[in-house]
């Protein structure tokens, strides 16, 4: 399955592809870190919205594509928010993954990540930040990154993703 996690409306996807878009029907929480997707339902967050089972989409995907504003050389508020309430797809326990300390999969998947994020004048310094922040990512979800894009405008996202 291909997950697509967008602050962008409108997007194009493919027949089987799981959108997640800002939606005002939905109500979105914040992650508490409280940990209880951890210990009380592991692999599910437990604050109940539409979001809660974040983990276990992440858990069946194969291909994550992430699209969202350049906020500061990092992520939209609702793309952060969502990346955020997905911690479930990973465990509580530990192992060492170049030389550093990491959390444990939960699942057995390799998670193929792309990025696309759009806007006027990214300086330098965002896109080198953005690439920290997707390459830290891609580690704690033992992933392999594809790609990062950096667009002008959600025009030229939308003509990419056709």
């Not at 996690?5 to 939905?26: F, H, R």
């Not at 974040?54 to 050389?73: A, F, K, R």
């Not at 793309?79 to 192992?95: A, C, E, G, H, M």
């Amino acid at each position: 399955m291909r997950l697509i996690i967008s602050d962008v409306l409108n997007l194009p996807s493919k027949t089987g592809d799981k959108l997640i878009i800002p939606d005002s029907t939905l109500k979105i929480h914040h992650c508490i870190g409280c940990f209880g997707c951890w210990i009380k339902t592991p692999g599910q967050c437990i604050i109940k919205d539409n979001y809660m089972n974040m983990g276990e989409l992440l858990g069946h995907c194969n291909e994550l594509i992430l699209v969202s504003e350049c906020v500061y050389g990092g992520f939209s508020p609702f793309v952060k928010n969502v990346l955020d309430r997905s911690i479930s797809y990973i465990s509580p326990y530990f192992t060492t993954r170049n030389k550093e300390m990491h959390h444990k999969q939960r699942y057995d998947n390799i998670i193929n990540i792309s990025a696309h994020f759009y806007g006027i004048n990214i300086t330098e310094k965002e896109k080198a930040t953005v690439l920290n922040i997707i390459a830290a990512n891609a580690v704690n979800f033992s992933a392999v990154v594809n790609g990062i894009v950096f667009h002008n405008s959600v025009d030229e996202i939308k003509g990419a993703l056709a």
